[in-house]
């Protein structure tokens, strides 16, 4: 199996992303030795915040909240997921699943002993980490989910549908100009070419293009059934759920509503429509996001 790394040179003088780069490295069966990179802010002693990126992005995405977060005495953990950003990149589409993607991230958690953890999750980081809270309610103190949702299969929007064509089809995958394009605030030639900076050509850009088909859109597809299942825990998670979707996201619009009416703990929370904000909403939103994420995290402390 044929797994990347995209060079070191790739990500110097990235606007402000000072972090410094934190490794460990998994060994799989089919896949061999495969590094994979976080960001680990703040004391280390403090209560855990664990900030999930999603598709096509990397923890780049959190540079502005991090600071924050790790200033009011989180310890603010920020991993790219196997495929993405700093983390190494294996080329064969086939070896990318939803289950395989739940599966390493439980190996994360458990590599570094994560508990008591207050989750952020948007777009993918939402499907990977809602999925574990709901197999692992008990590891979790609180949630803030923002435009993502936990799919069964049902009928997806045409949105997504354009979106998950347009992945397959396009000879080149732009994944700075996505980003610019689900965000409602004009990033910088730099911003845009720092999500660039872990996708030296197309070969870097496997499982960027493969998580679009993992999406389950059919009720009878097994990452449906295992949604299903981590719904039940979901549906008894009595903790806080927080959530904090944008008014101009027409992927996940209305994706708040499900978990308001079902989850146990997001009876009561001030959920929010955040105001001119897109998919991307770290970075229309990043305040709003940390100041929120800080509330349940002082109110737990």
């Known amino acids: ?41 703040g004391p280390p002693g403090g209560h855990v915040i664990l900030l999930l990126h999603g598709e096509p992005s990397w923890s780049y995405l959190y540079r502005h909240m991090i600071p924050v977060l790790a200033a009011a005495g989180a310890r603010v953990i920020a991993p790219d997921l196997i495929g993405f950003g700093k983390s190494d990149k294996p080329v064969d589409r086939a070896v990318f699943s939803y289950a395989g993607h739940a599966a390493w991230l439980m190996r994360f958690l458990d590599a570094l002993d994560l508990k008591d953890i207050g989750l952020f999750c948007q777009d993918w980081g939402g499907l990977l980490g809602l999925r574990l809270v709901g197999q692992q309610p008990h590891r979790f103190r609180f949630v803030v989910a923002s435009n993502t949702g936990l799919p069964i299969g049902t009928t997806p929007s045409p949105a997504f549908l354009a979106w998950r064509t347009f992945a397959q089809a396009t000879a080149e995958f732009p994944i700075g100009a996505i980003l610019q394009q689900a965000s409602v605030r004009q ?12 996708f030296p050509d197309e070969r870097h850009k496997a499982a960027a293009r493969a998580f679009p088909l993992l999406v389950p859109i059919d009720p009878e597809d ?17 903790r806080p759920f927080l959530t904090l979707f944008g008014d101009s996201d027409p992927v996940t619009k209305g994706g708040e ?14 959920h929010e429509i955040l105001q001119q904000t897109g998919h991307f909403c770290q970075e229309d939103q990043p305040r709003a996001l940390a100041e929120a994420i800080l509330a349940l995290h002082r109110a737990g402390s």
Request: glycine share 4%; aromatic share 12%.
């Open 1 to 41: 199996m044929t797994v990347l790394r995209t060079p070191d040179e790739r990500f110097s003088n990235l606007p402000d992303y000072t972090f410094a780069p934190c490794y460990i490295e998994h060994e799989f069966a089919d896949i061999g030795t495969v590094r994979q990179h976080y960001v680990d802010e």
């Open 187 to 198: 990033l910088s030639d730099d911003e845009v070419a720092a999500y660039d900076a872990p």
């Open 222 to 238: 097994q990452a449906a059934d295992d949604n299903r299942e981590a719904w039940k825990g979901l549906k008894q998670f009595d």
């Open 257 to 270: 509503q499900i978990f308001i009416q079902r989850v146990p703990g997001a009876h009561s929370q001030p």
